[in-house]
T-cell receptor
């Protein structure tokens, strides 16, 4: 149980376009989902926390207009990278928190390359 | 602000050796501590979760300990195997289910 999926697993896009990444909890309801980014050989940095039905809370330094997060249901959160630039190329990982223990379950990640 | 440090940054050992990975954190007001494994280009695999009230957790060849008062955790891997080669991440859980990650220890187990 407690499986989280992400789609797509990798994406290449041109500079200036927008890319949407989906995060789904497959076998549980996730009231809270988290989005992280990870640069090569670095650790995960929390970008934002999203609660179902409300606006996401962004970490300091993360542009909310650039990284649009929607958590419309208890099993789906989306991250849209708007007007992507090469510096947005990174590994994006989502996680979902189940009701109960404060444990997060992580998705497999999405590799974004902006050319 | 919570800061998590992992030592060493990289470790190379021969197969069969027992080893210890270290994690320290600056703020002892935590809910839990998790150890993860990450293979290159992949997501995270949760290894062990220790709640703040617990001292240790064990799973197979892995044992994780937590000393909240001193801000330290260790991950002990017994009888290491080449398949254990990966990056091991320590993450501290605080209020709001926030996780703060360390930089990781890159482990290589040589056959």
């Amino acid at each position: 149980g407690a499986v989280v999926s992400q789609h797509p697993s990798w994406v290449i896009c041109k500079s200036g376009t927008s890319v949407k990444i989906e995060c789904r909890s497959l076998d549980f309801q996730a009231t809270t989902m988290f989005w992280y980014r990870q640069f090569p050989k670095q650790s995960l940095m929390l970008m934002a926390t999203s609660n179902e039905g409300s606006k996401a809370t962004y970490e300091q330094g993360v542009e909310k207009d650039k990284f649009l997060i929607n958590h419309a249901s208890l099993t789906l959160s989306t991250l849209t990278v708007t007007s992507a630039h090469p510096e947005d190329s990174s590994f994006y990982i989502c996680s979902a928190r189940n009701v109960g223990p404060h444990e997060q379950y992580f998705g497999p990640g999405t590799r974004l390359t902006v050319t | 602000k919570q800061e998590v440090t992992q030592i060493p940054a990289a470790l190379s050992v021969p197969e069969g050796e027992n080893l210890v990975l270290n994690c320290s954190f600056t703020d002892s007001a935590i809910y839990n501590l998790q150890w993860f494994r990450q293979d290159p280009g992949k997501g995270l695999t949760s290894l062990l979760l220790i709640q703040s009230s617990q001292r240790e957790q064990t799973s197979g060849r892995l044992n994780a300990s937590l000393d909240k008062s001193s801000g330290r955790s260790t991950l002990y891997i017994a009888a290491s195997q080449p398949g254990d080669s990966a990056t091991y991440l320590c993450a501290v859980g605080t209020s709001g289910s926030r996780l703060t990650f360390g930089e990781g220890t890159q482990l290589t187990v040589n056959p």
